[in-house]
């Protein structure tokens, strides 16, 4: 999915102007399954600074989880899950092709419970298009449509899209330290 990104901030004179406007540069549409696209659109680590620019931190080797203070801002559209039930689903290609393309958020996924994953985060996540099933650890699906919010605390969790049509989301993730 092609997605325009622009960047907005002060110039030496302190008025507001656009900084960038381009394509988000780091979009991965995956082969190991088709429609699977995830865009990392913006980054920050803690302690970030407002002013005449911004710090771009989405380089292929930053990683998609925010330390504590940090943030992540990215939009995933998700083929519906029969793409991963066809026959020729190679879970090995996936595996790998994810985790090179996502860094730190491929590390939070369980290998004996495909899809669930735990972040360090406090996360908004929106549903922008088609519908999405949330699945939590204890087995509760919950099925989100277009506009729905969820705000999750760290908590274990799947993304299950079981219609016939692509959902995309939008996902902000606050790092947070985790509660003793």
């Known amino acids: 999915m092609q997605i325009r990104r622009v960047i907005t901030g002060n110039g030496p004179d302190g008025k507001?102007?656009?900084?960038?406007?381009?394509?988000?540069?780091?979009t991965t549409d995956f082969k190991s399954v088709p429609g699977f696209s995830p865009t990392l659109l913006w980054s920050t680590n803690g302690g970030a600074k407002v002013g005449r620019s911004g710090v771009d931190d989405v380089t292929p080797t930053a990683t998609w989880t925010p330390g504590a203070g940090g943030t992540r801002l990215m939009i995933v559209t998700f083929p519906p899950d029969a793409v991963m039930m066809r026959a020729d689903f190679d879970p090995a290609a996936f595996g790998a092709e994810f985790g090179g393309a996502m860094p730190g958020l491929a590390e939070t996924f369980e290998m004996d419970s495909p899809g669930m994953h735990t972040t360090d985060s406090i996360d908004y996540d929106v549903v922008l298009d088609g519908e999405i099933t949330l699945e939590l650890d204890d087995g509760q699906e919950v099925l989100l449509k277009r506009s729905d919010v969820v705000v999750q605390h760290g908590n274990r969790h799947a993304w299950r899209n079981k219609?016939?049509?692509?959902?995309?989301?939008?996902?902000?993730?606050?790092?947070?330290?985790?509660?003793?």
Do not use: K, T, Y
Not at 163 to 180: D, K, N, Q, T
């Open 16 to 26: 507001s102007r656009v900084l960038a406007d381009g394509a988000a540069p780091r």
């Open 163 to 180: 219609s016939h049509a692509p959902a995309v989301m939008l996902f902000v993730l606050v790092g947070a330290e985790r509660a003793a």
